[in-house]
């Protein structure tokens, strides 16, 4: 790397911290950082400013609507997730060998998504006749080297586990999303990240019958409402 | 279960954040509580209308529900984490242009939340904290200041600000850099001392 180089990614570091960068600024800024200790020291200099700013804004309170109707979703979903996981108890016996070599976090998020929101892992892993593997199709253009393929047990009511490989790691804040779409609308799925090798997986918890496809955006950490971009990975069920 | 209730209240939040991956929507609740407040504010300085900072808000919390597992607290406070994601999906609504499909909706309710009383010592706390933020933020160079709040509150990135402002885009970037680097001194002195955990 030589000076030149530094001193104009230097430059870049208060618009890297406030997220005014483009994406492809953004990852050719991250690939300099993984060398730079400078860069990496500024940053952390100024991340506290940058956190900062939220906190400037006048304080209004949300109406009490806001939390009522959040606390909804969130009760009747935990009641599903807790009547989900108490049935699913027995399937501690079965393996899950295809999930080896995932990290251990990508791994205990696809244990804990699929075994509580009722999604039939125990029965891909216990070897099921009725398990279909449907490949995905890639934008050759955005992910060459990329594939994917999606486990759906049975008719898809139980949702299905995707797995990706060649799959970018995706840095600053983003990360994969999953979609189900159906009858022209898509609805969110969660999100994931993929390792260093470009290998990951998530699980679709949604009930698949009677939808077109599985889809693979990439989105801002915690996931977005609606698609950012035209899906980068796609299973036709 | 009846005990986490109980004591629940007194554990802090990276504690909570836990209980609130192991499913529990009395540690979600709390951290609503705790935060949804200043995530509401932070989504209503930036999409502008009511409606908007309520879908805004709700978005995250679920977001948060759903995706518990994925809270790092080696990478900062479960606040600034929060404020993170509110700030993100505010992004993806000002981009989706949907604010403007709903600003009718803008003036509706915003006396009632703008003559909401101090109730709470927490509250109070936080409208300090905002006012401190807010004085070191006018402490900076009015160019700086305004770059810095394009950026960050309107989701404009360098060259759409450098367009905006009719300035090079080297200058923009600089004002980012400066501007950061004196908020920061400026917090660092004592703008609202102790109270950016």
């Known amino acids: 790397m030589s000076p030149r180089d530094h001193t104009s990614y230097q430059e870049d570091i208060g618009a890297y911290v406030l997220g005014a960068l483009t994406d492809l600024e953004r990852q050719a800024f991250e690939r300099h950082l993984k060398g730079c200790p400078d860069c990496r020291g500024e940053i952390e200099r100024l991340r506290p400013a940058a956190d900062a700013l939220p906190r400037s804004v006048e304080q209004v309170e949300p109406p009490a609507s806001l939390k009522s109707s959040l606390m909804e979703v969130v009760e009747r979903e935990a009641r599903e997730l807790g009547g989900a996981a108490a049935e699913r108890r027995p399937a501690r016996r079965l393996r899950l060998p295809s999930l080896a070599g995932l990290r251990p976090a990508l791994v205990a998020g696809a244990l804990a998504l699929g075994l509580l929101a009722g999604f039939g892992v125990a029965r891909l892993a216990d070897d099921e006749p009725d398990v279909r593997t449907l490949a995905a199709e890639v934008d050759q253009s955005r992910i060459p080297q990329a594939s994917g393929r999606l486990q759906v047990a049975g008719d898809g009511e139980d949702g299905a586990i995707l797995r990706v490989q060649g799959m970018p790691p995706l840095r600053g804040g983003r990360v994969y999303q999953a979609w189900v779409q159906r009858d022209g609308t898509v609805v969110p799925q969660p999100t994931f990240d993929v390792g260093e090798d470009g290998g990951g997986a998530v699980a679709v918890p949604d009930d698949l019958s009677g939808a077109q496809a599985v889809l693979v955006t990439r989105e801002p950490r915690g996931g977005s409402g609606a698609p950012s971009e035209r899906p980068i990975l796609s299973v036709r069920l | ?197």
């Open chain 2, 1 to 197: 279960m009846a005990d986490v209730a109980g004591d629940i209240r007194n554990l802090a939040d990276e504690e909570v954040m836990q209980l609130v991956a192991d499913g529990n929507p009395r540690a979600f609740e709390l951290i609503y509580d705790r935060h949804g407040g200043a995530a509401f504010s932070l989504a209503y300085r930036m999409v502008g209308n009511r409606v908007a900072a309520e879908d805004t808000t709700q978005e995250a919390f679920l977001s948060i529900w759903r995706s518990r597992l994925r809270y790092d607290p080696s990478r900062g406070s479960v606040r600034t984490w929060v404020l993170g994601i509110v700030h993100n999906r505010a992004i993806d609504t000002l981009r989706r242009g949907s604010v403007h499909d709903r600003a009718r909706d803008t003036i509706e309710g915003v006396e009632e939340r703008f003559e909401a009383a101090e109730r709470t010592e927490v509250e109070v706390a936080r409208r300090e904290e905002a006012a401190g933020v807010r004085s070191a933020l006018d402490t900076l160079p009015d160019d700086q200041r305004r770059t810095i709040e394009l950026a960050y509150f309107g989701g404009f990135s360098h060259s759409e600000i450098a367009e905006l402002l009719g300035e090079p885009i080297g200058t923009v970037k600089g004002r980012m850099r400066l501007g950061l680097d004196k908020l920061r001194q400026r917090l660092a002195e004592g703008h609202a001392a102790g109270g950016f955990a």
